[in-house]
């Protein structure tokens, strides 16, 4: 004998606070995920300022290296700041701040990953450092 399947035609319905608690934990989740994103994004930043600050702490005047003092050359030294940035696919500034000292701010953008449902679309991380020149007086000079 063949029996008869009953087909069930359920309403299936979500409840508000499921909907509602489903809703918070993606909204952690994103959180927890982009947030470990922007704190990756400032140590980021701040070693790519490092980093640009040493390369422009390179770019040394000659002239004044030849009467025994060590001044940054302004204008090559901010050259070698922006390109460091560039390579690290940074944004960023460079300041000489006085003739043995120069600051670097570095900014990336980094799209979300899961915050840009609730309309955050990029973290912005901006890390700053600062070389400082320093004559080694073993060579002759004053520190």
């Known amino acids: 004998m063949i ?30 995920i982009d947030g470990v994103r922007a704190a990756q994004g400032l140590a980021s930043a ?18 004044q290296l030849r009467r025994g003092q ?9 050259a070698a700041s922006r390109d460091y940035l560039a390579r690290a696919g940074a944004d960023g500034s460079a300041e000489i701040v006085g003739p043995q000292r120069i600051k670097v701010e570095a900014r990336l953008n980094r799209p979300t990953v899961l915050l840009g449902i609730v309309g955050r679309e990029e973290i912005v991380s901006t890390g700053t450092a600062e070389a400082l020149l320093v004559q080694d007086p073993a060579v002759g000079g004053t520190p």
């Open 3 to 32: 029996g008869h399947l009953l087909w069930e035609r359920g309403g299936g319905a979500v409840s508000a606070p499921m909907a509602a608690a489903v809703l918070a934990l993606f909204v952690a989740i994103g959180l927890g």
């Open 70 to 78: 060590v001044v940054i050359d302004p204008s090559a030294a901010v």
């Open 46 to 63: 701040d070693a790519i300022a490092e980093e640009a600050a040493r390369a422009a702490g390179q770019a040394l005047d000659i002239r």
